[in-house]
């Protein structure tokens, strides 16, 4: 039973493991944390007793089919979350980069504790301080987890570095795997075991300042974004001022010449000049100026609209804007107002290669439910758009265009939804945003 015992234990960190990597995804849940819970504590340890039995019965070392499990939670785990397959994936190995410096650091202690243990699994108070190690750094990263990690899963604004970031705990995991002692007796000659030790430290707390830095250098990013966009929709109010204010200017000075313009009505129709009458209206009619667009209720959304819709004007793009929205929305006005814009801009550009004839442009958005907002947009083209295994890739650079992707980290953020297709000679973009309220249900 002892010798059972040993190999389960080192399979059952996959309970702390599990639990830390779910500990920033509450906002990303398929399903409620209760039900989770009662399903995942089963299956680790199903899954646990089941590595301990074939490491037991066929005498096999514990690392590899450790990680053979790990990868099956693993799946386990991306399945169970609503959210960019990079970041799930990324939170996941984050934790086994640091969970296989915990292992080296309980491989040392077990050559400590039972210098002439031969089996080729941790002696049983090595698995059991490994197990103890879990616990407590589940229970120190349980706050940088359910607020710091939380936050940056949340922003969409350095979403591009979890592509890459993956990198940096399998490098720490493949170093981990690289320096596990073949043969422990070799780990008694000379200094071999002071030095183990140290290096399995030090690669432990090297990780960790580089968490640190990673987090740190993603809250500057996102903060500098934040304030780019900030300044982007007070760049565009000032604009739209600008022309309002002189619209306003305009029809001030047309309101004042008003009075002679009867005047020479006036004079006109008792002239019965009636073809000279009907020229001065005509030309009185144009010079009336346009007072700008009055597009929507809520004035963030109706500034991104009115602004794009005087530039469809200025170009003599048709365009429909139907925009059902309250003054206050559940949805954050950042996020809503980034999205329009991005649609709006990419609808313009495509607008503008289009043959003038067969320009148009229908936006339309409406509250579906209280936590629920629906946008879409379309718009004609003329050419081809390049696309590959469903993403729309860019014009400009390589990769999917920036306009479409960060609308889909903005949508993906809340368990949204996007859809982006293209039939007829008519782009279609569907974008649908909740609110976090909404995504705990």
Known sequence: MREFLCPTLEFMILLPWMLIAY????????????RLAAAIIPFTILLALAGGSLCY??????????????????????????????????????????????????????????????????SLRAALLYNLMCW????????????????????????????????????????????????????????????????????????????????????????????????????????????????????????????????????????????SLEKYLSDVQDSIPDSGLALCDNAFVDTVASHYGMLYRKQGIPFFFKLDLPAELPVPKIDLCSVLSNLLENALE??????????????????????MLLLTVENTFDGVIREKDGVFLSSKRKGEGIGIQSVRRIADKNGGYSRFFHENGTFHANVMLRTESNTEK
């Open 57 to 122: 019965f066929l005498s096999l070392k514990t690392t590899w089919l450790f990680f053979f499990a790990a990868a099956i939670a693993g799946v386990v785990y991306v399945r169970t979350l609503h959210i960019r397959k990079w970041k799930s994936i990324s939170v996941f190995l984050a934790v086994c980069g640091m969970y296989s410096c915990l292992g080296s650091m309980s491989r040392a202690l077990d050559l400590i504790l039972a210098p002439g243990n031969d089996s080729p699994w941790l």
């Open 23 to 34: 500990l920033p995804m509450k906002q990303h849940l398929r399903i409620r944390p209760g």
């Open 136 to 275: 407590l750094s589940t229970g120190i990263s349980w706050r940088p987890a359910t607020h710091a990690v939380r936050e940056l899963l949340e922003d969409n604004t350095f979403a591009q570095t979890w592509y890459i970031f993956w990198i940096l705990p399998l490098l720490f995991t493949g170093l981990n795997l690289f320096m596990t002692p073949i043969h422990p007796e070799l780990m008694y000659l000379g200094r071999m075991m002071q030095g183990y030790i140290v290096i399995s430290f030090a690669l432990l707390t090297l990780l960790l300042l580089l968490y640190a830095m990673f987090y740190l250098m993603a809250a500057s990013l996102n903060r500098n974004d934040h304030l780019r966009q900030e300044n982007q929709f007070l760049a565009m109010q000032q604009k739209r001022y600008n022309s309002l204010r002189t619209a306003i200017e305009e029809t001030r000075e047309a309101r004042h010449n008003m009075r002679h313009h009867f005047n020479a009505l006036q004079n006109l129709a008792g002239q019965k000049d009636w073809e």
């Open 350 to 371: 495509a607008s503008l290669k289009t043959e003038p004839a067969r320009r148009q442009i229908k936006v339309k958005a409406y509250m579906y439910s209280e936590h």
